[in-house]
Each structure stands twice: as structure tokens, then as C-alpha cells.
């Protein structure tokens, strides 16, 4: 069965930190361009971070430039983002997602997973 399974999801305060990973199972990473989207409630889902499947090369939202980092361990079949210094606007359902090209970050992808919920919230 091919998937992908998102976790480290929660509740976090503002200012904190989480870090989400992404497991394929199914299928390899390595032509895979892979990113991270965000659904708040009432929004449309939007990139917040994507790389690429071959030179690595990256992409980020501007909002979380220099907060977050996207990584990929191709030998574990998993992707990361690593958020710090979260802020409440940024609570919403975050999404992994592939597509079998270099790369994208928009909304249109050959697997998804079902989502991992952050909230940042005092």
C-alpha cells in the first residue's frame, strides 16, 4: 500500500518548537520532489516548504524563512520540517505530499498524507 504517514504534531506555545516528520511506505523517495502544506480552518491548503527530488534545492513560504527547515533522509524514506519560533496563525492540519518530479509546492501532488494537527496556542 502506498502512503505517507505524517507525526510530531501538537500543542505547542508561541515561540516554541515541533518537528513533524514524513514516512513513505509503498514506495521510494529518492524521484520524489517532497513538501510540507498547511491548512488552517477556513483556508485553503497552502506551500509552506518543499525540496526538491534531485540537487536537494529548496523552497519556503516567505513567513517561515529562517524559522523553518525542510530536510530528507532518503536512506530512511522520510521527510522533516523543523518549525521554530511558532506562531499562532501558523495552527492548521499540516500535510506531507510527493510528487514524482524535481520539484513543486503547490497543492497538486501524487500522494498525500492524512495530516498531522499543530496548534500554537498559550
Known amino acids: 500500500q502506498l502512503q505517507l504517514v505524517e507525526s510530531g504534531g501538537g500543542l505547542v506555545q508561541p515561540g516554541g518548537s515541533l518537528r513533524l516528520s514524513c514516512t513513505a511506505s509503498g514506495f521510494t523517495l529518492d524521484y520524489y520532489a517532497m513538501g510540507w502544506f498547511r491548512q488552517a480552518p477556513g483556508k485553503e491548503r497552502e506551500g509552506v516548504s518543499c525540496i526538491s527530488s534531485g540537487d536537494g534545492s529548496t523552497y519556503y513560504k516567505d513567513s517561515v524563512k529562517g524559522r523553518f527547515t525542510i530536510s530528507r533522509d532518503n536512506a530512511k524514506n522520510t521527510v522533516y520540517l523543523q518549525m521554530n519560533s511558532l506562531k499562532p496563525e501558523e495552527t492548521g492540519v499540516y500535510y506531507c505530499?510527493?510528487?514524482?518530479?524535481?520539484?513543486?509546492?503547490?497543492?497538486?501532488?501524487?500522494?498525500w498524507g492524512k495530516g498531522t494537527l499543530v496548534t500554537v496556542s498559550s
Open positions: 505530499a510527493a510528487r514524482r518530479a524535481f520539484r513543486f509546492c503547490v497543492p497538486r501532488a501524487d500522494y
